[in-house]
């Protein structure tokens, strides 16, 4: 039987997570928006292209190492911000970004997190940045900033992908939308999953812990995730977006940018950051591939702003061919949750290590000692 020792792939772990969780929070995790084609995208993407190997090469020192948006990171893999972390591990927050810490990278907390802006600040002082929505409570959006100004956090990433939400079938099955039937689905799920349940039922109820003094019922999250969803808006602008640029004052960056046009205009109007990404297909089932769209926009920002890429990475290969041609780092989700599943924060380590390890392998057998000497002559397409 897999366990944490013997988890060797992103697939293990994924596994292992299966096998811990109620069904109810499975489906959330792993699932996508309508017919998964996004989803399945996301990961094929890589597939289409190959290495072209140097041999004889001093690989005996390999350095993973980069700057990204002026931070120094051991690994440019990046913990990207997932909602709702503790339904996955009474830990939650805390344990993913002390492990992300321990792994020299940078943390992004979700504005629908169980953890809070403060509670994450002092949980570590390693890099961090904090994905933010432009919602209808204007309010509530400008005191998410002023915290984050006030907990030192080093960037926002505000997601532009959200003018409805996608349709998760998985989850709508399963009650999402519905409280009561949600409430009922996880209670049965919950029964054959006993160490979850006992954590469940013995540890502080989940909340959306950055909404605890502007949503009702004190923010519990199996009460309020209609509230929340009627905060996403479909009129936000670009206007907007500068607006909170603004206000932020610091490492802008755009999440969920899936065109070259749009790229852009993101880099025209002076954000540090561009993460191209689908949303980890959980929204418009039929969205691009970020590592297809990937070549062109790099070509058509230069270096006015960089350009992060997010979806579908499970393998250090799927690293390094994106660096290759031009990212500077990648988010991962799934690949850290399926490790907070299956062992708290233990197994977001063991996500880490496995993308590191297979990273560092994949430099030294393509000949590249340094990720600042990757280029688009490492990789091609396959024919």
Not at 170 to 187: I, K, Q
Request: one cysteine or more; aromatic letters at 8%.
């Amino acid at each position: 039987m897999t366990s944490l020792s013997t988890a060797f792939t992103i697939a293990d772990l994924r596994k292992l997570a299966q096998q811990k969780l109620p069904s109810v929070m499975f489906d959330y995790l792993d699932g996508a928006s309508e017919d998964g084609i996004t989803l399945e995208w996301n990961r094929n993407s890589f597939n289409r292209y190959e290495f072209v190997p140097r041999i004889l090469v001093d690989v005996s020192q390999i350095d993973l190492g980069v700057t990204v948006q002026g931070l120094k990171l051991k690994t440019p893999i990046i913990a990207a911000p997932t909602g709702m972390s503790r339904m996955f591990h009474w830990e939650g927050e805390k344990a993913v970004v002390r492990a992300a810490h321990k792994a020299g990278s940078a943390y992004s907390l979700s504005t629908v997190s169980t953890t809070s802006i403060e509670d994450v600040a002092a949980e570590s002082e390693g890099p961090r940045f904090f994905q933010i929505y432009s919602w209808h409570d204007k309010k509530m959006v400008h005191d998410f900033i002023q915290r984050c100004k006030q907990s030192n956090y080093d960037g926002l990433m505000l997601a532009v992908d959200l003018a409805s939400l996608g349709k998760r079938e998985r989850d709508l099955r399963n009650g999402h939308g519905r409280p009561s039937v949600l409430r009922r689905n996880t209670a049965l799920s919950a029964l054959g999953k006993p160490a979850w349940l006992y954590h469940f039922l013995t540890k502080p109820k989940w909340k959306m812990a950055n909404m605890v003094h502007h949503l009702p019922h004190g923010a519990n999250a199996l009460k309020v995730v209609d509230n929340v969803n009627e905060q996403f808006s479909a009129s936000v602008s670009w206007d907007d977006a500068r607006r909170l640029q603004d206000m932020w004052g610091g490492k802008f960056m755009l999440k969920g940018i899936q065109c070259v046009e749009d790229a852009v205009k993101a880099a025209e109007m002076g954000a540090s950051g561009i993460i191209l990404s689908n949303h980890g297909g959980r929204q418009l089932d039929g969205a691009p591939a970020a590592f297809d769209i990937l070549p062109e926009v790099v070509a058509a920002v230069g270096d006015r702003a960089e350009v992060i890429i997010d979806g579908g990475i499970e393998r250090g290969s799927d690293v390094i061919k994106s660096l290759a041609l031009g990212a500077k780092a990648v988010l991962v989700g799934r690949a850290y949750l399926y490790g907070l599943a299956a062992g708290g924060e233990a197994g977001v380590s063991r996500s880490f290590d496995i993308l590191n390890d297979e990273t560092k392998r994949v430099m030294q057998l393509i000949g590249c000692p340094s990720i600042s000497q990757l280029d688009p002559s490492f990789v091609r397409k396959h024919n």
